[in-house]
């Protein structure tokens, strides 16, 4: 089973900066593409970012041209850099390999106005 354990989250004030990581466990992480989602209270999770093995990427809306997302295969890891922090962004952070099921703890990040 796919393990993923996500970090880099935290309390950070509008317009200020955030990287958050996800390391991949328990499978050929190159082969997969990997999306991060975040899901704040009362709301569903949504898509963020997402990056195909050929490192092609995709943004919501919201984030566009504030984050970027990448990819290390050497270290089965992916990150996002979150730039420009809005409050609206303060949500748990996950990612999720494609096509699996599966989701680690996730990360917290809070951006106070």
């Known amino acids: 089973q796919v393990q993923l354990v996500e970090s880099g989250g935290g309390l950070v004030q509008a317009g200020g900066s955030l990287t958050l990581s996800c390391v991949a466990s328990?499978?050929?992480?190159?082969?997969?593409?990997v999306g991060w989602y975040r899901q704040a209270p009362g709301k569903q999770r949504e898509l963020v970012a997402h990056?195909?093995?050929?490192?092609?990427?995709n943004y919501a809306d919201s984030v566009k041209g504030r984050f970027t997302i990448s990819r290390d295969n050497a270290k089965n890891t992916v990150y996002l850099q979150m730039n420009s922090l809005k409050p609206e962004d303060t949500a748990v952070y996950y990612c999720?390999?494609?096509?699996?099921?599966?989701w680690g703890q996730g990360t917290q990040v809070t951006v106070s106005s």
């Open positions: 990056i195909t093995t050929r490192y092609n990427t």
């Open positions: 328990r499978i050929i992480f190159s082969n997969n593409a």
């Open positions: 999720k390999l494609d096509p699996f099921d599966s």
